[in-house]
């Protein structure tokens, strides 16, 4: 029995996919974290946020790339990460070369009207004459301030004016990072959105693949069990051979989780080509502050052979043969039938009893 691990494999799928949803996720949130930006910007979260986004991409790029090979994933992850970042830090420097040009403007209509009353004859510049003055005027400005025009301009001004940081997202006020701080905020900014795009690329790898089949494995059935349990599954299916029969409901009749709040749950992903089966167990353990669960994998993609899944739904202790209610009718060929991933929490054993009906205590006899 072994674990999943990618085998580092590409094809003509690969790149191609990988790279096209990668440069439409970095460029459509890079565009509009640049357009929200102009309005509310907070530190580091939005950055958070914009690598999500374009993690998304690289995920659903890699998945339908059928790309198995992490360095490939980890490499289109940081640049789609950094080109995201640079084209929101773009479409900030549009948005504030327009507003400054406005005021530019403003500026020279006001000197035209000045010159025109004091000189009848003084000629009227077009709107485009205005526009092209205007953007000399800017591009000056830049170049005297920084010594380069454009957005290295723009750029260079950013840094020497710093960036504040403020609380309640007011622009005045507040500490401000100076040249270097505001440098160092940059990069590790653009780096977050890289670093967030590879996680989400990184969990894609953790998906298995079946190689045989040139497809994913998907989760097919999740089941929650005690800590104990989680363990035993995990020691029961390492010892499997592809020759061994699996203990007959082995994943079907996990024992509930206890009253703690502590609990594992087992998930299969399975190929539903050949029916390979991959066994993950995560501890979940209630969190310190009792604010949600801690999860912790316990063990990964096991490979379990298609025997193990097909005796999945058989209870525990049922006979090999036998009709009980609830299997699959024996046939030449028994029908895989998986339980839904809906199925959640598997049924506590015990005796049943009919909602709304006390429970018997003794000395007191139901009424008739
Ligand atoms: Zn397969």
């Given at each position: ?57 690289i995920?659903?790029?890699a ?10 994933v980890?490499?289109?992850a ?120 590879y996680?989400a690329g990184l969990?894609q ?164």
């Open positions: 029995m072994q674990v999943y691990q990618a085998s580092g494999n590409l094809d003509s799928r690969s790149w191609p996919a990988l790279v096209g949803f990668g440069l439409g996720g970095a460029l459509s949130v890079g565009l509009l974290a640049g357009i929200i930006t102009q309005f509310i910007d907070l530190v580091i979260v939005f950055p958070l946020a914009m690598g999500m986004g374009v993690g998304i991409a995920k659903q790029g998945r339908l790339g059928h790309c198995r090979n992490l360095a490939a980890t490499v289109v940081f640049a789609m990460g950094l080109l995201c970042y640079g084209v929101k830090l773009y479409v900030n420097y549009r948005g504030s070369r327009s507003s400054v040009m406005e005021l530019i403007k403003a500026d020279i209509h006001k000197r035209i009207a000045e010159e025109k009353k004091s000189d009848a004859s003084f000629k009227e510049p077009s709107p485009a004459d205005v526009d092209r003055i205007a953007d000399e005027v800017y591009r000056e400005v830049l170049v005297q301030k920084t010594g380069s025009s454009g957005f290295m301009g723009w750029f260079k001004m950013l840094l020497q004016s710093g960036i504040s940081l403020s609380h309640g997202g007011g622009s005045s006020g507040g500490l401000n990072l100076g040249w270097v701080g505001s440098l160092i905020l940059l990069l590790v900014e653009a780096i977050l959105v890289g670093f967030m795009a996680s969990d790898m953790k998906q298995p693949y079946c190689e045989k089949c040139y497809r994913w494995a998907d989760l097919a059935w999740r089941g929650v069990t005690n800590l104990k349990t989680l363990g035993g599954v995990a020691e029961t299916v390492t010892k499997l051979t592809p020759a061994s029969e699996p203990p007959a409901g082995l994943l079907a009749a996990l024992p509930p989780a206890d009253e703690s709040g502590e609990h594992g749950r087992v998930e299969l992903r399975l190929c539903e080509g050949c029916k390979e089966g991959f066994l993950s167990g995560f501890a979940l353990t209630p969190r310190a502050d009792g604010k949600g669960l801690d999860s912790a994998a316990v063990f990964e993609n096991l490979v379990c052979p298609p025997q193990l899944i097909l005796t999945m739904r058989r209870p525990a202790g049922a006979a090999e043969t036998g009709g009980e209610s609830g299997r699959p009718p024996a046939g030449p060929t028994p029908r895989l039938n998986l339980p839904s991933m809906s199925a959640g929490r598997p049924p506590v054993p015990g005796p049943a009893r009919p909602a709304g009906t006390p429970p018997s205590r003794p000395g007191n006899p139901p009424a008739k």
